[in-house]
């Protein structure tokens, strides 16, 4: 079997010119890349992350645990990975995804795994990943605000969202809504609880009382209820309640989506009766949608990007000073699904 050795003598270059074109860690000229890659393949070089273990007494390997439910991960989960997966690779590090079954962390999977550090997605109060993985005394970070009670100080990626929310209400405020019901995530999900904090502030400091029933929670992902999440509560809000709603956030586009066809099956018009704005969504998608849907784009990808580079100070793979509490910034994108009381988006 062919060595780094083999492969550096016969490409004429050194081990270590070799080793950055397979880790990425330093750039190499596209000329010299393309020409370890190809005497690689003529002698059926392949890297061994297990070599490269037993001297670094490192697995070159990271743990990204989500969880999930019966259904395909959102394109915010895929954006998500995809910014994990490229940013570890820059450091030659691979990734385990673990999806764990929602509300069923049964077994000590992710820790048994053999991996130097793990990326948290999604925090629930006391969150049975995050016990685990501190009980075993892995290093991780989280993308999410955490909620355990015997669990301090861990560094967070997030989107700030009390600023979050402020904007949408500020926005909405600013469009002459005042019955605005709030599709929220789901109750346990620590993004929630900062969410709907953030929601009752927003309104209180415009003079507009927040009424219960005008915020919601996503079902539990194996529930009936969670495929229509979103068309049930804007049934239920407009007839069973006979509510006055002039707008609606939603947390996902799914959940968008679903509001939309229950407005739509009553007759109503998106916006000119009931405005909406997405919190979390296929950005692609909601352009295509009619009417348009004016979101909020959370940087999925660099949210991905930044929990990497934070685990990786962690490690002590990358030096220097870097803050613990890393906020990904977010803007509104302005389409068409949201219009002032009463009126239109052409």
Same mark, same amino acid.
Request: glycine residues 8%; charged residues 20%; negative net charge.
């Given at each position: 079997?062919?060595?780094?050795?083999?492969?550096?003598?016969?490409?004429? =270059?050194?081990?270590?010119?070799?080793?950055?074109?397979?880790?990425?860690?330093?750039?190499?000229?596209?000329?010299?890349?393309?020409?370890?890659?190809?005497?690689?393949?003529?002698?059926? @070089?392949?890297? $061994?992350?297990?070599?490269?273990?037993?001297?670094?007494?490192?697995?070159?390997?990271?743990?990204?645990?989500?969880?999930?439910? $019966?259904?395909?991960?959102?394109?915010?989960?895929?954006?998500?990975?995809?910014?994990? =997966?490229?940013?570890?690779?820059?450091?030659? @590090?691979?990734?385990?995804?673990?999806?764990?079954?929602?509300?069923?962390?049964?077994?000590?999977?992710?820790?048994?795994?053999?991996?130097?550090?793990?990326?948290?997605?999604?925090?629930?109060?006391?969150?049975?990943?995050?016990?685990?993985?501190?009980?075993?005394?892995?290093?991780?970070?989280?993308?999410?605000?955490?909620?355990?009670?015997?669990?301090?100080?861990?560094?967070?990626?997030?989107?700030?969202?009390?600023?979050?929310?402020?904007?949408?209400?500020?926005?909405?405020?600013?469009?002459?809504?005042?019955?605005?019901?709030?599709?929220?995530?789901?109750?346990?999900?620590?993004?929630?609880?900062?969410?709907?904090?953030?929601?009752?502030?927003?309104?209180?400091?415009?003079?507009?009382?927040?009424?219960?029933?005008?915020?919601?929670?996503?079902?539990?992902?194996?529930?009936?209820? @969670?495929? $229509?999440?979103? @068309?049930?509560?804007?049934?239920?809000?407009?007839?069973?309640?006979?509510?006055?709603?002039?707008?609606?956030?939603?947390?996902?586009?799914?959940?968008?989506?679903?509001?939309?066809?229950?407005?739509?099956?009553?007759?109503?018009?998106?916006?000119?009766?009931?405005?909406?704005?997405?919190?979390?969504?296929?950005?692609?998608?909601?352009?295509?949608?009619?009417?348009?849907?004016?979101?909020?784009?959370?940087?999925?990808?660099?949210?991905?990007?930044?929990? =990497?580079?934070?685990?990786?100070?962690?490690?002590? =793979?990358?030096?220097?000073?870097?803050?613990?509490?890393?906020?990904?910034?977010?803007?509104?994108?302005?389409? $068409?699904?949201?219009?002032?009381?009463?009126?239109?988006?052409?």
């Amino acid at each position: 079997m062919a060595k780094i050795d083999d492969v550096a003598r016969q490409a004429g =270059v050194s081990k270590g010119t070799v080793s950055n074109v397979f880790s990425q860690k330093r750039p190499a000229s596209k000329k010299v890349t393309e020409r370890v890659l190809n005497v690689a393949r003529e002698l059926n @070089y392949v890297p $061994n992350h297990i070599a490269r273990s037993l001297v670094t007494k490192k697995t070159m390997a990271i743990g990204l645990t989500i969880q999930h439910g $019966n259904v395909f991960f959102s394109t915010f989960h895929n954006q998500f990975i995809n910014g994990v =997966v490229l940013e570890a690779s820059t450091f030659g @590090y691979r990734v385990l995804l673990d999806m764990i079954p929602s509300q069923e962390v049964k077994t000590p999977s992710l820790a048994s795994y053999p991996i130097d550090g793990a990326i948290v997605l999604g925090p629930e109060e006391e969150d049975e990943r995050i016990d685990l993985l501190h009980r075993n005394r892995i290093p991780f970070v989280t993308v999410g605000r955490i909620i355990n009670s015997n669990v301090r100080d861990v560094p967070t990626v997030n989107n700030d969202n009390n600023r979050i929310i402020r904007d949408i209400c500020g926005y909405l405020i600013g469009l002459g809504h005042s019955d605005i019901m709030f599709l929220n995530a789901g109750l346990r999900k620590t993004v929630s609880l900062e969410r709907t904090e953030a929601f009752v502030q927003a309104l209180r400091e415009h003079q507009i009382e927040p009424q219960s029933h005008m915020i919601r929670y996503m079902p539990d992902i194996h529930s009936g209820e @969670y495929m $229509n999440y979103g @068309y049930d509560e804007t049934v239920h809000a407009l007839i069973a309640q006979g509510k006055k709603v002039t707008a609606i956030i939603a947390d996902d586009d799914r959940t968008a989506f679903s509001a939309m066809n229950a407005i739509k099956g009553l007759g109503l018009d998106v916006p000119g009766d009931i405005s909406i704005f997405v919190i979390c969504g296929d950005l692609a998608m909601m352009s295509q949608a009619t009417p348009s849907l004016t979101g909020m784009d959370l940087q999925p990808s660099e949210l991905g990007a930044q929990s =990497v580079k934070l685990l990786m100070h962690e490690l002590a =793979v990358l030096e220097g000073v870097y803050d613990d509490r890393w906020i990904v910034d977010s803007k509104i994108i302005e389409r $068409n699904s949201c219009a002032s009381v009463g009126g239109r988006v052409d």
